[in-house]
């Protein structure tokens, strides 16, 4: 069973910074791209920031310099590094693990982050 475990989000003042974890099952760990997408309320899911297994990494422009996102094969997580948090990244935060047609799509249940200005 594929299993998408996120923790790390919470509430924090504009300018700090939070650490969120994406744990998966090492099945679909190592024959995924994994990334990390948000939906803010009344807005789409976008993509935040992806990393594919090779360590190859994209960001949105609107967190580019600011998040970076890692994965640590061994213990089958990524992480999402966030600093200089602003308002307008509040918004429920989830882990996806896209293993292509051969493999399937998941996500993870979401972690609120919410930045108080």
């Known amino acids: 069973q594929v299993q998408l475990v996120e923790s790390g989000g919470g509430l924090v003042q504009a300018g700090g910074s939070l650490r969120l974890s994406c744990a998966a099952s090492r099945f679909i760990f190592s024959r995924s791209e994994m990334g990390w997408y948000r939906q803010a309320p009344g807005k789409q899911r976008e993509l935040v920031a992806g990393?594919?297994?090779?360590?190859?990494?994209n960001y949105a422009d609107s967190v580019k310099g600011r998040f970076t996102i890692s994965r640590d094969n061994a213990k089958n997580t990524i992480y999402l590094q966030m600093n200089s948090l602003k308002s307008e990244d509040t918004a429920v935060y989830y882990c996806?693990?896209?293993?292509?047609?051969?493999?399937?799509?998941?996500w993870g249940q979401g972690t609120q982050v919410t930045v108080s200005s």
């Open positions: 996806n693990a896209d293993g292509g047609r051969t493999w399937g799509v998941y």
């Open positions: 990393i594919t297994s090779g360590g190859s990494t």
